[in-house]
């Protein structure tokens, strides 16, 4: 079972897929996929993202010397849906997406061993979850002017329930810029897998349905200007679809 | 959607919803220790190192690696909903540390949708304040994001209600003290931020918008430094803002979560 969220006729609709261009929502309406705002797939509560979490991302740092994982945290304010717009300011030198297996939890988590974790995964997205190099400073480094920015955090198409995805660790997942492949992995190679990561994070705060784990981004991001179509597919989950837009469009 | 407060948006934990109060009538309806929920709902946000001491305590730190100079933007964090208590509610103490550190912050509630607000009319978007307690571990490396110091349950203590920003005055002149066990351990202001809460919410909203019910916490008089107040388990923290109120919480031991990583 997989499901959008989108905006149609005036209301919010959970929706399903029809076929390969209409959504069924739920009281039977069938609507094409450009007649709706997808909106991100689910109503997310606490946004924790991972950094430095792929194996040939982290290789160049001195492996092992990652004792625990690089995680963060992003307010609700930076999602938005498949089909969006996302800001790059103009003064920038250097913007990058990152496709990552979003994991929704389902049901409450304090305190979880790895051997239980899965059975608090709900299901899965995609995100994309943009950097802006330019704001890093090191100070709760990444902080939220680089990683919480309006519009920077996109996640669809489809809420996946866990159910469907029998392997979450064995799945191919790329970026295209413009049709043109510029990152490639796959999520066997994260450092700290989902079951770690659960556990990690549960031995200090309880996670609460809804809670949405980023679990970081393999090698390969290029900067992405204005006009750019950025797709992040991960397979079996979704494709996707991300403009960029530049700051005229905010009239600054 | 606009947040409205008119004296003192309490939530009495009895009840089913806040209530706008008189102040007198807010605090009846806390007397005899009765417990408060947070009266909103949305996100609190904090500033680190807003106080220039807090950055003076590091010294020449600041300039060498990992931080490589004195930071330019904000350095915001997120106090998630597993954090958040009312008024009452007990911190628990992770088993593994001696004592929580206090961290005494005033709370501004984000009264109306907040995006790219200049300094000059920034007040008009709070509705309200509160007290907040930022409780931290204490930890003395800033490099990485501190989830596991900052984030655990039950470290954002908030209330005991909010107070119109018409009866607060000032938020950059409010006196601040910090009692544990009614000993009073800390005497400090809202005075002297590097960014005073105007320009704070106006280089905040350059990039994030915030919402009617968000807090933004206008900074700490410390951070994880010597002089601020620590509460051990069985101990009773209260922080006390001028015009805002005064937010009390016991600190209680936890038992090791089966399985858990701490």
């Not at chain 1, 997989?2 to 309406?29: E, F, M, N, S």
């Not at chain 2, 004296?7 to 417990?35: F, K, Q």
């Not at chain 2, 904090?46 to 350095?75: E, F």
């Not at chain 2, 103490?93 to 920034?122: D, F, M, N, Y």
Request: hydrophobic share 45%.
């Amino acid at each position: 079972m997989r499901t959008a969220r989108v905006a149609y006729a005036g209301a919010v609709h959970i929706a399903t897929p029809q076929d390969d261009t209409r959504l069924r929502l739920a009281d039977g309406r069938l609507v094409a996929h450009d007649a709706v705002v997808w909106l991100p797939p689910f109503e997310a509560g606490t946004i924790i993202a991972l950094g430095l979490n792929y194996a040939e991302h982290a290789k160049e740092l001195s492996f092992g010397a990652q004792q625990e994982p690089l995680a963060f945290l992003k307010g609700p304010g930076a999602l938005i849906g498949h089909r969006g717009q996302t800001r790059r300011p103009a003064d920038v030198a250097f913007m990058h997406y990152e496709c990552e297996l979003a994991v929704v939890i389902g049901r409450s988590a304090a305190g979880v061993s790895r051997a239980d974790a899965m059975r608090h995964v709900a299901g899965y997205t995609v995100a994309n979850d943009y950097a802006i190099r330019d704001y890093l400073e090191n100070w709760y480094r990444p902080n939220l002017r680089v990683k919480n920015r309006d519009t920077c955090t996109v996640l669809g198409p489809w809420f996946v329930d866990a159910g469907d995805v029998p392997d979450p660790h064995a799945l191919d997942l790329r970026t295209m810029v413009n049709g043109t492949v510029t990152q490639r992995g796959n999520t066997r190679d994260m450092v700290f897998d989902i079951p770690a990561l659960i556990e990690y994070l549960s031995g200090f705060m309880t996670l609460a349905p809804g809670d949405v784990i980023l679990t970081g981004t393999p090698d390969g991001v290029v900067d992405v200007q204005p006009g750019d179509e950025v797709v992040t597919e991960i397979d079996g989950i979704g494709r996707l679809v991300n403009t960029i837009v530049g700051d005229d469009v905010f009239h600054r | 959607m606009r947040l409205l407060i008119e004296d003192t948006l309490v939530h009495p934990a009895d009840a089913p919803l806040p209530r706008d109060l008189p102040a007198v009538r807010a605090g009846a309806a806390l007397a005899d220790g009765r417990r408060a929920e947070i009266p909103v709902s949305g996100t609190v946000y904090g500033v680190l190192h807003n106080a220039p001491s807090a950055l003076a305590a590091l010294g020449d730190k600041i300039h060498a690696a990992p931080y490589k100079g004195a930071p330019k933007a904000p350095v915001l964090y997120i106090k998630p909903r597993n954090t958040r208590i009312g008024h009452g509610a007990a911190i628990p103490l992770p088993p593994q540390a001696p004592a929580v550190l206090v961290g005494a912050a005033l709370g501004a509630v984000i009264g109306r949708t907040a995006c790219r607000v200049s300094p000059g009319e920034a007040m008009d978007f709070i509705a309200g304040y509160t007290v907040v307690n930022d409780v931290t571990l204490p930890h003395e490396e800033f490099y990485r994001p501190a989830l596991r110091q900052r984030i655990r349950d039950g470290f954002c203590p908030v209330g005991p209600w909010v107070r119109a920003a018409r009866h607060v005055g000032d938020p950059g002149a409010l006196e601040v003290r910090v009692w544990v066990d009614d000993e009073l351990r800390l005497q400090t202001s809202t005075r002297g931020f590097l960014r005073p809460l105007p320009q704070l919410l106006a280089d905040v909203t350059d990039f994030m918008t915030l919402q009617p019910g968000d807090i933004l916490l206008t900074g700490l008089p410390w951070t994880g430094g010597f002089d601020t107040p620590q509460a051990r388990a069985g101990q009773r923290v209260a922080i006390e803002i001028e015009n805002v109120g005064r937010l009390e919480n016991p600190v209680v031991a936890t038992c090791p979560a089966p399985g858990g990583a701490a």
